[in-house]
């Protein structure tokens, strides 16, 4: 019972930290491995899904944002937002391959914004957040 109360535990911070909330899902992580109660892998994978569906949060809120693209207060036009589509289209969809790193929380709302195809945006995500929590536990494992 304690190891899945603490595998929630970190679930509920991995998810947070990927929404805008400010918040470090790697304190609760790394002193979960340090503690050894909880397998490294399940750690890594509960970890990965939470911080992940944080992420989707973040695409819905992107997508909903851009329901208002045209009004008067919206804060591109709409020449703009079709370069800026083609532009991220070509290139920016991988900057969600950086959505680990503290500023990569924008990366998924833009994704969002610019309706990034749901299933590439999972995809890059996961590796991303996956790979990350896969790094931390091999240098926690070092020290």
Known sequence: MAELTSLITLFAAAFGAATILPFQSEIVFVAMQKAGN???????????VGNTLGAC???VLGRWAAH??????????????ARAER???RWGVWTLLLS????GDAFTVIAGVLRTPAWLFLVLVTIAKTGRYIVLAWITAQI
């Open 68 to 81: 208002f693209e045209g009004r008067r207060w919206y804060p591109a036009s709409q020449a703009q937002m």
């Open 100 to 103: 680990w790193a503290p500023f």
């Open 38 to 48: 909880v397998p490294v892998a399940a750690l890594v994978l509960w970890a990965s």
């Open 57 to 59: 949060v973040n695409y």
């Open 87 to 89: 532009w991220y289209a």
